[in-house]
């Protein structure tokens, strides 16, 4: 059976960047071509039909966030559309494949996605530890301007775009799309509250949309090849293919484009190969690093928003991080704990205080020091600080999702930490 | 505008720095919409970001020192003290972590006798830890400069920093 993945159609064994040239050879830009033919609102309502859903976590309907855009813009001011390359959450390795093996594709799709909103700026804004991507996106977009698909009246249709590249400098909370305005405005990359909502008040007051890359990279495919031919795509309610990925002790780890709701154990036993030679697979984190665990027991769910969530976590970016055998769960959330205090933008008292408060009993009871209680003040701090509405954003929230999972899964792991005064896998709990 | 460190032999922001810095300001509604452009630029040229520079970009882009500092030190990649040559960033996010980053983190230590935040005596590399670089399936890894090494074993160590190190 021959499989229809677009987004990684020109991703070469080698992972050799696609150029202009094999890009529309392979078919590129008919779908800015099918776009600029159409008017905003029919390419609105192509990506409302088709259920594309949020490829950066959070799994927001596209077209709907879209929607809230104000369409009529009496001031002539600008409207924004900023790609989301900031990729950094913990164990998340998708977006560097598409920027670096088809930066044409992302720009296509930007195009798209611009015009559908009416747009007249881009940013993509990607992080500083990208070199290769951000310099292969600037000469894609020269390539482009040179051929009249970016700047004044595109190809003939009277629409206009400018695009360019924003280096960022550092910091995992900029991929929080009201603090990743923030620092495209220059500032400290604090996440704002929410009304107004950045479609309507985003990059310096003006309506702004935020996607992540691969949702932006589905864009023209399905301008052009229709929202039943995107739904048809996904083996389960949720449309279209995902770009999902495993790291850990498995045999092959990597990143794959398969149908969306492809079964949990064919991405691990199948493309990753398995666990590695003598270790077993005790969970894993389906969709980054702030998400629940989830056991060898749902091992045959499918991987889909819907379906992960009802089983009590999230699927997040799709990438998962395997916990094995030998690998000390409290070492393992300890890790993710002292990640997410390391990278609170410090706003609110929660999340800066909280934060570093879970990762020092963490650390009390993987180096021995536990007490009987710490497991009741990690409860506490999971049933406050997890709570949406006591931190000024979803980081906090986020960092308690691994923590409150492995109370539940692996709580006699934890508590033979604490009776044995000492980690049961060794010193520090990796190897 | 008067200041002192005009009269020094190299000013706080070249010729060149306010060019570029200029280049960005034409992109943007108000000046210090830059700052972290303009940062980001005198890094470039000198590896880090002084005293004395920032005060220069707070100036050309009408903003108080402290809160350009606000900014600047907020990043984790705008360098606020000397670094070396080339910095080596190494991830020790859950997926390289469990590949054993911190025995990894211990080997560069005894190799270049630097530990976390230090600098080489020869001033060759600065040793900082870095947020998960999404090579995940290649982990541990690591970079040194703008280069992405993954994979990265204790063997490879040598080949990747060649003899620096040890002399201290």
């Known amino acids: 059976m021959s499989l229809d993945l677009p987004l990684t159609r020109n991703v070469r064994p080698d992972r050799a960047p696609t150029g202009f040239d094999a890009y529309e050879a392979n078919g590129g830009y008919r779908g800015l071509r099918a776009a600029i033919g159409m008017s905003p609102a029919d390419c609105l309502q192509i990506v409302k039909d088709s259920n594309l859903r949020g490829r950066g976590g959070a799994g927001f309907p596209t077209g709907m966030k879209w929607s809230f855009v104000p369409m009529d813009n009496p001031g002539g001011g600008h409207k924004y559309l900023i790609c989301n390359a900031d990729e950094m959450e913990p164990g998340t390795f998708k977006d560097r494949l598409l920027l670096e093996c088809d930066p044409h594709q992302l720009i296509e799709g930007m195009i798209c996605a611009a015009y559908t909103i009416q747009a ?153 190969g398995g666990m590695a030679d003598g270790y077993q697979l005790r969970g894993f984190l389906p969709g980054g690093g ?79 020091r536990g007490q009987a209680e710490d497991m009741d003040t990690l409860a506490r701090q999971v049933e406050f600080i997890g709570a949406i509405g006591n931190t000024h954003c979803a ?35 990796a190897h | 505008m008067s200041d002192r460190n005009d009269a020094a032999l190299i000013p706080a922001l070249s010729a060149i720095e306010l060019t570029e810095i200029d280049a960005e300001i034409a992109h943007v509604p108000y000046r210090s919409a830059v700052a972290i452009d303009a940062l980001k ?27 350009l500092d606000g900014v600047a030190t907020f990043y984790n990649l705008i360098y606020r003290r000397p670094v070396g040559d080339r910095v080596i960033l190494l991830c020790n996010s859950i997926s390289c972590w469990i590949k054993g980053c911190e025995g990894l983190r211990e080997q560069i230590t005894g190799q270049l006798g630097v530990g976390l935040g230090e600098t080489t005596a020869d001033n060759r590399y600065t040793l ?19 280069e992405l090494h993954e994979n990265v074993e204790a063997l490879s160590l040598q080949a990747i920093f060649g003899d620096s190190g040890g002399d201290k």
């Not at chain 1, 999340?351 to 180096?367: K, N």
């Not at chain 1, 906090?396 to 005064?421: C, N, T, V, W």
């Open chain 1, 395 to 429: 980081l906090a929230p986020g960092a308690m999702e691994p923590l409150q999972s492995a109370l539940k899964y692996f709580r006699e792991d934890f508590e033979r930490h604490i009776s044995g005064s000492a980690c049961p896998w060794c010193d520090g709990g």
């Open chain 1, 290 to 368: 702030s998400t629940d665990f989830l056991t060898p027991d749902h091992l045959d769910l499918a991987m889909d928003y819907g379906t992960i969530g009802k089983a009590g976590s999230r699927m997040g970016t799709g990438t998962m991080i395997i916990l094995d055998d030998k690998t000390c769960p409290v070492g393992f959330v300890k890790n993710l704990m002292e990640f997410f205090a390391r990278e609170s933008c410090g706003f609110c008292t929660p999340c800066r205080d909280g934060l570093p408060w879970s990762a020092q009993v963490l650390d009390d009871i993987e180096s021995g």
């Open chain 1, 120 to 272: 007249d700026v881009a940013y993509i804004f990607i992080r500083a530890e990208y070199h290769k991507a951000a310099r292969l996106l600037r000469e894609a977009i020269a390539v482009c301007y040179d051929k009249g698909y970016l700047g004044r009246d595109i190809l003939g249709s009277g629409y206009t775009l400018d695009m360019q590249v924003h280096s960022s400098a550092g910091r995992y909370i900029c991929g929080e799309e009201t603090a990743l305005i923030s620092s495209l405005e220059g500032k400290r990359a604090n996440p704002r509250a929410k009304p107004p909502f950045p479609q309507v008040s985003g990059l310096w007051g003006r309506p702004t949309i935020v996607n992540n890359v691969e949702t932006l990279c589905n864009i023209h495919h399905i301008i052009e090849r229709g929202a039943d031919w995107f739904q048809a795509l996904g083996l389960t309610e949720d449309a279209g293919t995902k770009l999902y990925g495993v790291s850990g002790r498995v045999k092959n780890p990597g990143c794959w484009e398969l149908p969306m709701g492809t079964p949990i154990r064919e991405i691990i036993e199948k493309h990753a």
């Open chain 2, 128 to 146: 900082l830890p870095v947020t998960c670089l999404g090579a995940c399936d290649k982990a541990p890894v690591m970079m040194v400069g703008d």
């Open chain 2, 41 to 67: 630029i005198v890094q470039a040229h000198r590896g880090w970001v002084s005293d004395e520079s920032l005060r220069a970009i707070a100036r050309h882009l009408d903003m108080s020192a402290d809160e």
